[in-house]
């Protein structure tokens, strides 16, 4: 039996989504994750200090695209089978999902676990990690299109955990027929993932995990348990509903019907350290307002 190689990227892109605490909540991740034996690298990214203007609809486009430029050429050097990515935003899965298309052909398909879809363009919104998935199928900037050599079809995309999905994303959803199941039908047990993989002819499967599919009344470390001054208003946005228990269920029937060659984690938003790390700081002897 062929053995595969493997491949695990840190990478703490927080401009995809403009906020500075993705890149703490990925360097947590990757410390928190199990040891393993597959190379591990780290993506640089950009100071989390500077401010980024908006360029042709997207904000620090260039930025963007020089860092999803590291992140690919880290990933041609080491030309894994198996691809784990600990993020960041969820833009981090482009240049790692493109890679395993490529790799494993017309048998490979994307199972998007996501209270959103991921389908925006810059028409309707600036921060690329909205974007992503719909770049993933061909659609969108072509800054971002192009680094996908080969788009996967709709029929090979499944979204878990999604619900109320705004206007554009539904008719996008509708228009491309891609299927998805709902939190009550990841919770009754219901969801058709297994029928799906079975019915597309999956062989090789890559997982996107985005933490903000979780309820944040349960999980607190995600963007909708964000409480401070400057958090924006979460009116119709919608918001997770899954359990971690949840989704382990989803990757655990995937995994039973398919092989999983891809993984990839985003979104953690780690507020209660965050907040204790700006109050160590802010303390006589240990912060850098000692003498």
């Known amino acids: 039996m062929k ?9 703490p892109l927080w401009l995809g989504g403009n906020l500075p605490a993705y890149k703490i909540g990925a360097e947590m991740l990757a410390w928190l994750a199990p040891e393993g034996k597959e190379p591990t690298v780290t993506v640089p990214v950009a100071d989390t200090g500077t401010v980024y203007a908006v360029e042709d609809g997207i904000r620090g ?9 590291k992140a690919a050429d880290i990933i041609r050097q080491h030309a894994p089978d198996r691809m784990t990515v600990l993020g960041g935003d969820c833009l981090v899965d482009l240049e790692s999902f493109a890679w395993l298309s490529r790799r494993w052909g017309d048998g490979f398909g994307i199972l998007w676990i996501d209270t959103h879809p991921d389908v925006m363009t810059p028409a309707q919104y600036e921060n690329a990690h909205a974007h992503v998935l719909g770049a993933l199928m061909g659609n969108g900037d072509e800054a971002l299109t192009k680094r996908v050599s080969h788009p996967v079809d709709p029929a090979k995309v ?33 969801s058709a993932i297994r029928e799906w993989i079975e019915k597309e002819k999956i062989t090789h499967l890559a997982v996107h995990f ?11 470390a995600v963007m ?13 946005v919608a ?3 899954l359990g971690i228990e949840d989704v382990l269920w989803i990757i655990s029937e995937a995994g039973a019907a398919t092989d999983i060659v891809g993984l990839g984690i985003a979104e953690h938003l780690p507020w209660d ?8 700081n802010a303390l006589p002897l240990l912060g850098t307002t000692k003498a």
Do not use: C
């Open 61 to 69: 486009r260039s930025e963007v695209m020089a860092e999803l430029d």
């Open 158 to 190: 499944f979204i878990a955990g999604i619900h109320s999905p705004n206007e554009y994303e539904a008719e996008f959803l509708s228009a491309h027929n891609i299927q998805t199941s709902s939190p009550e039908d990841v919770q009754a047990k219901t």
């Open 224 to 236: 909708f348990a964000r409480t401070d001054k400057d958090a924006p208003s979460w009116d119709g």
């Open 239 to 241: 918001k997770g509903k």
């Open 210 to 220: 985005d933490m903000d599919v979780l309820d944040y009344h349960k999980f607190r």
């Open 273 to 280: 350290a965050i907040n204790l790390k700006n109050m160590l």
């Open 3 to 11: 053995n595969h190689s493997d491949l695990r990227l840190i990478f």
